[in-house]
């Protein structure tokens, strides 16, 4: 059964508008991520949580907010979307610190600003 | 900073035929390096991890030896098949990170033609 799933998988949103996506882990895992996915550039780290009730900037977090209510979910919240932020959001979530530990991947979800 | 730079793709070959992925890193500290792939539709999964200089990494035939000397960890395949089709990612750890830091390459795509 899938350890991180993501919702929606699929997104159309309007410009200037409020985008939330959602993601579960099952891994019972302390730290989860927020993932952009471009290409040429990889997967680059806009928010991240080591906890419930704790969210960090990543390296590109501007027009990007995130919320971690519980151990389980983690969201990332675009409240006026632009069309710069049409692209493929990974979540993931780890165990470990220092570097050592893998991560794990949700499905990701396709979001795409008019 | 730490970054990766890896094989630009796409690399297209034969079923049978051997693979070469480049890949250079920076950083000023001692990581553990990834191979992450990553099936059309799926987020990226971990191929395998190496956390020691030196040392070889393996898994379904592809492997990689940390060479801390030319900062370098080519992945390599004797044999290809058209399952192996997919993108690939060079990814660094941070062991200095508490969060589990990882920074990723910007990924070759794989294309196996049978």
């Known amino acids: 059964e899938a350890a991180v799933t993501q919702s929606p998988r699929n997104k159309v949103a309007v410009t200037g508008g409020k985008v939330t996506l959602s993601c579960n882990q099952t891994n019972n895992h302390n730290n989860m991520y927020w993932y952009r996915q471009d290409t040429g550039h990889g997967l680059r780290l806009i928010h991240y949580?080591?906890?419930?009730?704790?969210?960090e900037k990543g390296d590109i977090p501007d027009g990007y907010k995130a919320s971690r209510p519980s151990q389980e979910n983690f969201s990332l919240i675009l409240e006026l979307a632009t069309p710069s932020q049409t692209s493929v959001y990974f979540c993931?979530?780890?165990?470990?610190?220092?570097?050592?530990?893998?991560?794990?991947f949700g499905p990701g979800t396709r979001l795409t600003v008019l | 900073g730490d970054s990766v730079t890896q094989t630009k793709g796409p690399v297209t070959l034969s079923e049978g035929t051997s693979l070469t992925v480049n890949c250079s890193y920076e950083t000023k500290q001692y990581p553990t390096l990834f191979w992450y792939v990553q099936y059309p539709g799926e987020g990226p999964q971990l191929l395998f991890k190496?956390?020691?200089?030196?040392e070889k990494g393996s898994n379904r035939g592809f492997e990689a030896t940390y060479d801390k000397g030319t900062t370098s960890f080519h992945l390599q395949k004797a044999s290809v098949q058209e399952s192996d089709s997919a993108v690939y990612y060079c990814?660094?750890?941070?062991?200095?990170?508490?969060?589990?830091?990882?920074?990723f390459g910007a990924g070759t795509q794989l294309i196996v033609i049978p």
């Open positions: 190496v956390p020691k200089a030196n």
């Open positions: 993931a979530s780890g165990a470990g610190t220092g570097g050592y530990a893998e991560q794990f």
């Open positions: 949580s080591y906890g419930a009730g704790s969210t």
């Open positions: 990814v660094l750890g941070d062991r200095g990170s508490a969060l589990g830091r990882l920074h």
